[in-house]
């Protein structure tokens, strides 16, 4: 009886308890629901890195409070336990990454990861925030010098390394070909007309950025196909992330086929793009009602296949002189500006326009304070994001008024083309930023981050990059380098490999630009990478400090002893030594050069010597850097086609972009890369070539036609890129 009483009395007590509590449960933070539904994502970033122990992190999203938007979070570890608290599920992943880098656990990198996690968590409490609401990330040229032949799991792992780095504005250009074929379509243009107007697949950054046509197409549809789907799983994961993906909106350029007709439209035959020797590209007018119909009508279409965004990118003028009246310049300056912003908005009500702030560098006299305030004039400051991410290279900025109130981004490019020169400039970067933040005429400034042309090198540039608009350039770089160091190749780094690191702070990376690339109007990333002249006796020198490198260089091969084969340490070395030894192929080049026009043979044949000992030295430990490697870039091209004759297409186009490029201008070698196999298949029989044939000419006492050997050389290197051949190593 007394046991029947107590039951009543229970059941009794909890009718009355469990709403109590459940009201209690509610009325609490949802600490559980924001470490699962609303962390998945972030969580998932987590467990592809570290695996089970992702299940000792509780990650919680908090209410932003910052009037801005911009992101904050807090790490502390109780137990064995590492409590996170962010504003976003970037900055938990920035978070958590930034915790076991500190602790010397993990380093992220796109040459590999280290990880070696403790047995236990230390103590550790962290609380940081950014002033700047975006971190922005990837250039419009990415997507041809270095994405081309990128699958899922690449860019898994590529959204991934966004994440840990807490990017959230994050350029995403993929997989707009099957939106612009549908398009053109429907507006009367066949297959055929559309495979004259698209470039290859490593080109079709400057196809869509209106500066070419058709170059080294067609583009396979099953290339347009596979992007598309691509492109939705890009998407999905980004947004899922809390990312902003930047996408493709209209600027104004029609296919030719398209110009032909609409004759009675005013669109606008523009000259040949950066030297001559391209297809004309055709610009509708801004103020022709079938610009806005088609903007309009493409995001719609965008829209329905890939999903609602919020920002669009749209440049008309890229690297083009913009075809305007000189009696009407600004008010037709700031039709352009006003009509791309309309389409968009119309489109997609309260979107932001995104445009490249490059073209204000790039042609500075043209755009004039006068014409830039005219193209911005009418549109409303808050609805327009100017990436200016040239301050490696160009003030745009300060030149420009912060853009006159309108919103933008600061940045750097730091990597042209994929080139990989080991440099960079840590201190110029922290002294930058905090400059900027210091700076009353800053304007509106948004967002932070870099947009290198081509990944894949120098990571410790961009690893400190993205710690900037967090630490704001409080920490002094010899301070960040040491934990730096500790994540990257252990934490029992010696004094030695301390000192090396410093070396190489002064001696390489003190250089923010790489001028070498772009010299005397010639591209290549060193002087064995262009196309051979006589004038390389003028170069007055490579960037940084070549005595210090050598130093740093010394020490780094005395303590690689201490480490594996197959570690980042040895990965650093191999980077180091190629470029030392390939800036004393430059000058030995200058040397054997001057010898064999003096008519020194003995000394100009020991030097030629020398050089393809050093070059084919080059080529032969670039083994242990699979990515940088000729074989992996076209292997990689292959087999992203379904038979011979479309892979056979993206090999050419894969070959092309890194050697020939195009046009008649100065393109050839933009794109030049420190890989195995360039060395030794291409950089040096081009100069082999050339040397042999001045020497030749010395014998004989026969005059050396400069342009008739590099017009053979040419012929060569055309050979060399139709050539389905692939590099397989020696």
Known sequence: MKRECLTVRSCHFLKIIIPFFAILLFSIPDVCGQNGADTKSSKAVLERLIGNRASEFELTIIENKNQDQSDSFEVETQGNRVKIQGTSNTALCYAAYNFLRDIGAVLVSWEGNRIDLPKSWPRYSKKESTPFQYR???????????????????????IDWMAFHGINLPTAMEGQ?????ELWKGYGLTDSQLAAHFAGPAFLPWQRMGNINSLEGPLPQEWINKKGNLQKQILERMRALGMHPVVPAFSGYVPKA???????????????????GFASTYLLDSKDPLFKEIGKRFIEMYTKVYGHSDFY????FNEITPPVSEEHKYEELSDYGKTIFETINEASPGATWVMQGWLFGDNKEFWTKEATSAFLSKVPNDRLMIQDYANDRYKVWENQEAFYGKQWTYGYVHNYGGSNPVYGDLNFYRNELTSLLKNPNKGNVA??????????????????????PWTQGKEPVKDWLKNYLKA???????????????????????????ETRWWNDRAGAYLFFKRPTLKITEFKGNPGDKEKLKQALDILQLESKNFDKNSLYNYDLLDVSRHYYSLCIDDLLIECVKAYQQKDLKKADTLYKEIEKQALAIDKILSGQPLNDLSY??????DYGSNAEVSKLYVKNAKTLITLWGGEGHLNDYASR????????????RWKMFLQALRASEISKSPFVEEDVRASIKKWEIKWCESPEMYKGR
């Open 447 to 468: 967002g932070y981050g870099a947009m290198p042309e081509g990944l894949n090198n120098n990571s410790i540039v961009y690893e400190y990059i993205y710690d900037l």
């Open 136 to 158: 922005e990330y990837l250039n419009a040229c990415t997507f041809g010098y270095t994405t081309p032949w990128w699958d899922w799991k690449r860019w898994e792992q590529e």
């Open 177 to 181: 070909e099957a939106v612009w074929q």
């Open 313 to 316: 990118l749209a440049d008309s």
């Open 633 to 638: 870039w076209l292997q990689s091209a292959w």
């Open 488 to 514: 990257r190749y252990g934490k029992n780094i010696s004094n030695s490999v301390f000192e090396s690191w410093q070396l190489l702070i002064e001696s390489v990376y003190s250089t923010k630009y790489w």
């Open 258 to 276: 398209f110009a032909e007709k609409h004759p009675e439209s005013k669109i606008k035959e523009l000259k040949t793009w950066s030297g001559g």
């Open 674 to 685: 420190s890989w195995r196999g360039m060395y030794a298949e291409f950089y040096w029989p």
